[in-house]
């Protein structure tokens, strides 16, 4: 998990974005929550889609909570329940 924090806040700052602790927290309740190993390019590909969405939205850049729920959809999909 030290890793992967580390890797996230590197990421958020190398994009001059503020770094919010709760939104890393957030992101480690779900991976716990799906059960989902932690993997050190994710950070990346979660920031990279939370700004490709808020160009798409011509939104100023950033990252929100709701922006990290969207990416993660996204390159995750839905999460599986027993129905699915």
């Known amino acids: 998990m030290e890793h992967y924090s580390f890797r996230f806040r590197k990421v958020v700052e190398a994009h001059s974005l503020e770094y ?37 939205l011509n939104q100023p850049m950033g990252l929100s909570r709701d922006l990290l729920e969207l990416a993660w959809i996204n390159y995750f999909g839905i999460e599986k329940t027993a129905n699915n």
Request: hydrophobic share 25%; with cysteine.
């Open 20 to 56: 919010d602790p709760e939104l890393l927290e957030f992101l480690l309740k779900r991976y716990k929550k799906e059960n989902r190993p932690l993997r050190c390019s994710e950070p990346r590909d979660l920031i990279h889609r939370c700004l490709d969405i808020s160009r798409y």
